[in-house]
């Protein structure tokens, strides 16, 4: 029993390390019988590795990690089964498929990489304790589930480019599951793979992520406070925030779809590429470590590395930038900056600087490249390739021998036949401050005030501003175009102004309401952080912070008479309020202003001169002022009683809506830009003049008591209404572009509409137009530009109505128009006769009298018209048809109006056709075939069938207009014939 049961129990030891024994089993794409190496580290002391080949016979080897490190054995069977507990394995560059690891706790490292690993075939669940994991470049591998491995601290399954050219080769990895926490995992390399979505939020401790090339839309780093090192180029990411990685010293996030980037926390960087985004401003302020910043193809403005003094290369190009100040980078040695909007550069202060591509910046001028020239330090050797490029930035008159002298390799050679002298610089009067001008020194390159204002051509020039008391600086203006900084260079004549703005506490906006009356306001600031205090009525102040980029809600009711909202406010809408008054004058930062339906009965402009944009309708204001905003670009000013409007200085507008007012006048004689005019019920104007207004697309003028309109000079017109007013004739023959066509309610003649190939939608209905006048316009219409749904040719009316139920309205129809009304036709005595062009001959029609009738002349009804074929030499008439009807006899009664169309053919073969049995002719929109038993197919010129059947007698096709070819056979003959379709 004793014997018994020791038997037992030393069964049971050995089952129980049977089951923890460890295994590693692989399959590849190797032939059976061929060699297979790898490279293990086991546990036991001895280098003992047990390793069964396939065929189920362990054999063992020995490895001493020196002389002998690998094993090798010839694969006998579909999987290799490893069986001995592992401290690292590396079975890289092997063909192999699948590797599964079972209950190998000791396994710390894992290299699989160059393999053929497929989709989910890596399961290392058996090995919790990972530390290291490279299963890179194995282009089928889709799936990494490593959330139970919390030891994992480098993980490298990138894919290497086998075609660098090739943007579309990538690994196959779509998924990877780290642990969602607690994770040691420190370094993560996964580039150019197929990952959407990664989540990180278990990994404090990486310090370096590589995932360039994926097709990630976005990622979330906030948990990652060690993290020194981002790559995540070339993915879809639209947002980052990294104000939680202090730490960061290296970001590549070039080529995705950002449009803002803050790195203001980010003190530690040295690298910072953003190329390629969509970023419209970058606040550099905080980042002095920068040694590298690549930010081109972007969409900056301006760009500010003052505070850099370690930067060595910047890459700035494609970009809106107008100037950027080098002065303090002097260890900077490259410079990109091509395809920007500079006027001028200065490299005086970069002595290390060897390489310069400023290449399509035509702002650039001959006079200021040559003082270019001269800031640039001498190089120790001449480059045998250039190194300064300047192609597109007009240096071809430029002395560029400036450069060369300098060993400087250029790629366009200057004559240096360009004038550089002075011009003058003229200095705008302002109440609100002071500016004064200086340049460098061409020697020193120490700032000299400007005397006379006499600049010198192509060299910068300094703005210096001095504020009234109350007041601060908001930008310069150079011949009235805003400047980023305060730097210009002139090469002719310049005006220079300041904008002054008052200081915050005394730029303010104040409503006057009842008491306790309910409020809704709509601000925005001149700033990302503009602070507003908002005062309801009763002295208690409210303070907040706005930004420039979205519109803040002010809710409340007033606890007062008076509301005010102090600070630099741009934006203001209090629109649908109920106020009794509303003061604008002590903002002068004011650009848009909404003020629809508040109840005012006054509105002064006189103290804003950045206002842009005005809605003030639907306000008894009886006068409007707007001689002081010469920035104004929209005007809605309907239902204001105004009785006139002057717009004269308004020279930049764009769009005004004025309509229903008193207006007796309104200027426009400056307004050159207007694209939208809107004066509808102004019925005391009489007339407008819009000769000058070239770029206008819409113009509504209806009920503004016009007897005439010449919008002749207005082509790009898209949109006329001009109804009710007292127009007898409307010439559109130069609105080629005009779609949609309003003149109802006149007393307009038939208007010629041919040459409006674009029309889609006409009201013509309540002009007194007789039966054959409708006649005569649908006979002018274009063919419709649209197939439409709905009525899209109005032609009765009420008042003054036309005769449109006795018109002809199948000549429009025919067009493709829908009409308001269908007409019988009956009302007019004459009927338009249209002769189509034919091949091969013409058409002589003579009318009862014996007069010839041309295609577009008038026939009396009940008439006969004869025909007379006029064949070329060698043809002869085939067929004649009049609206569709073969005519056979030479003549026709007129019914109604007629298309007259006619088929020559070769003489030789009229008559065989017609024996034959088969007819093939067209009709506008038609093909008709005759045969008494016969299949024809219809073929496109491409060769591709159109239609295909069988033709009993007659067959009607109706097709697009093109050129077709026909074959119909029958029992007698086979006819393939080409006939065009109009």
Not at 916 to 936: E, F, H, R
């Amino acid at each position: 029993m004793k014997k018994f049961t020791t038997f037992l129990f030393s069964l049971c030891l050995l089952l129980s390390a049977s089951q923890a024994w460890g295994e590693i089993k692989i399959t590849t794409s190797l032939e059976l019988g061929s060699e297979f190496t790898f490279y293990p580290t086991p546990v036991a002391t001895d280098g003992q590795v047990i390793v069964d080949w396939g065929d189920g016979i362990q054999k063992e080897y020995t490895v001493d990690g020196m002389w002998t490190r690998s094993v090798s054995g010839n694969q006998v069977g579909d999987t290799i089964r490893v069986l001995s507990p592992m401290r690292s394995f590396d079975c890289s560059e092997a063909h192999v498929t699948s590797i599964s690891i079972v209950n190998e706790p000791e396994l710390t490292t894992l290299d699989c990489y160059r393999n053929e690993i497929a989709r989910t075939d890596l399961d290392i669940s058996g090995a919790l304790n990972l530390e290291t994991l490279n299963c890179y470049n194995n282009p089928q591998l889709m799936f990494l589930n490593l959330s139970e491995h919390k030891k994992l601290r480098n993980l490298n399954c990138r894919y290497d480019k086998t075609d660098t050219s090739d943007p579309d080769e990538r690994g196959a990895i779509t998924t990877i599951i780290l642990p969602s926490e607690g994770s040691a995992l420190e370094s993560i390399t996964a580039y150019n793979n197929d990952l959407s979505a990664i989540d990180l939020s278990g990994c404090p401790n990486v310090y370096y992520i590589n995932l360039e090339g994926n097709s990630l839309m976005e990622i979330d780093v906030t948990k990652l406070t060690e993290l020194q090192q981002l790559d995540v180029r070339y993915n879809y990411i639209q947002s980052l925030d990294l104000t939680k990685n202090e730490k960061l010293e290296k970001l590549y996030c070039n080529d995705n779809y950002l449009t803002e980037l803050n790195v203001f926390i980010n003190t530690e960087l040295m690298d910072l590429v953003c190329s390629n985004n969509q970023i419209k401003s970058l606040d550099l302020s905080a980042n002095s470590n920068i040694t590298n910043l690549s930010c081109d193809g972007n969409q900056l403005t301006k760009l500010n590395v003052s505070n850099m003094p370690r930067l060595k290369s910047l890459k700035c190009s494609n970009n809106k930038l107008t100037e950027i100040d080098l002065s303090q980078n002097s260890y900077l040695q490259k410079f990109w900056g091509q395809n920007n909007l500079f006027t001028f550069l200065d490299f005086y202060y970069n002595q290390g600087i060897n390489t310069i591509d400023i290449r399509d910046n035509a702002g650039m001028t001959p006079c200021s490249l040559n003082y270019m020239y001269q800031t640039l330090s001498g190089l120790e050797e001449t480059s045998p390739y250039p190194n300064l490029l300047l192609e597109g930035s007009n240096a071809e008159t430029s002395e560029t021998s400036i450069a060369t002298e300098l060993k400087w390799t250029v790629d366009v050679t200057g004559d240096g036949s360009a004038a550089c002298g002075t011009v003058t610089a003229t200095i705008v009067p302002s109440e609100m401050g002071t500016i004064t001008l200086s340049q460098p020194d061409l020697v020193s390159h120490e700032l000299h005030a400007v005397e006379n204002n006499t600049l010198e051509s192509g060299v910068p020039t300094y703005i210096t501003a001095s504020p009234a008391e109350g007041y601060q600086l908001r930008y310069y203006e150079i011949n009235g175009q805003r400047i980023n900084g305060n730097i210009f260079a002139a090469t002719s004549d310049v005006t220079v102004s300041a904008v002054f703005i008052p200081i915050a506490a005394n730029n303010y906006i104040s409503v006057g309401v009842e008491n306790n009356t309910p409020l809704s306001f709509g601000i925005s600031g001149i700033d990302p952080e503009t602070e507003v205090e908002v005062d309801w009525g009763n002295g208690e102040i409210e303070t907040m912070t706005i930004d420039n980029e979205s519109i803040v809600r002010l809710e409340g009711n007033s606890k007062g008479t008076t509301v005010r909202i102090t600070g630099l406010i741009d934006y203001f809408d209090c629109s649908e309020n109920d106020l009794l008054s509303l003061d604008v004058t002590h903002n002068a930062t004011l650009a848009t202003l909404d003020c629809y339906w508040t109840n005012i009965t006054a509105l002064d402009l006189s103290k804003n001169p950045e206002l842009g944009k005005l809605d003030c309708s639907y306000n008894e204001i009886g006068t409007l002022d707007l001689s002081n905003n010469t920035k104004l670009f929209s005007l809605t000013c309907y239902n204001c009683d105004l009785t006139s409007l002057d717009l004269s200085k308004n020279t930049l507008l764009e769009e005004a809506v004025i309509k229903n007012n008193s207006l007796s006048t309104v200027t426009l004689a400056n307004n050159t830009k207007l694209m939208l005019l809107d004066l509808q019920n102004n019925s005391q104007l009489g007339s407008i003049n819009v000769s000058m207004l070239t770029e206008l697309q819409e113009l509504q003028c209806s009920n503004s008591g016009l007897t005439s309109l010449d919008v002749t000079h207005n082509t790009k017109l898209v949109r006329l209404t001009c109804s009710n007013n007292q127009l007898t004739t409307l010439d559109l023959s130069a609105n080629t572009e005009l779609e949609r066509l309003f003149c109802d309610g006149n007393q307009l003649d038939p208007i010629d509409l041919s040459n409006n190939t674009k029309l889609n939608y006409i009201e013509c209905s309540g002009n007194g137009m007789t039966a054959c006048e409708l006649n005569d316009l649908y006979y002018h219409l274009p063919v419709c530009a649209t197939t439409p749904t709905n009525v899209n040719l109005f032609i009765a009316g009420i008042n003054n109505e036309n005769e449109a139920g006795t018109s002809e309205t199948s000549i429009a129809t025919k067009k493709g128009w829908k009409v308001s009304i269908d007409g019988d036709g009956s009302g007019c005595n004459e009927a338009y006769i249209t002769i189509e062009p034919s091949e091969n001959g013409t058409l002589e029609l003579r009318n009862a009298d014996n007069q010839v009738v041309n295609s577009g002349d008038k026939v009396t009804k009940n008439t006969t018209v004869t025909v007379t074929p006029l064949p070329e030499s060698g043809y002869g008439l085939k067929n004649l048809w009049v609206n569709g009807v073969s005519v056979t006899n030479g003549s026709f009664v007129v019914k109604m109006a007629s298309v007259v169309t006619a088929e020559f053919a070769d003489a030789s073969g009229i008559d065989e056709t017609e024996t034959n049995g088969i007819k093939v002719w067209s009709l506008p929109g038609t093909i008709k075939i005759v045969a008494d038993d016969a299949m024809a197919q219809i073929y496109s010129t491409s060769g591709s069938l159109v239609w295909e059947g069988r033709v009993i007698n007659e067959k009607d096709l109706n097709l697009n207009q093109g050129i077709y070819i026909v074959k119909v056979h029958n029992a007698n003959s086979t006819q393939s014939k080409k006939v065009v379709v109009k």
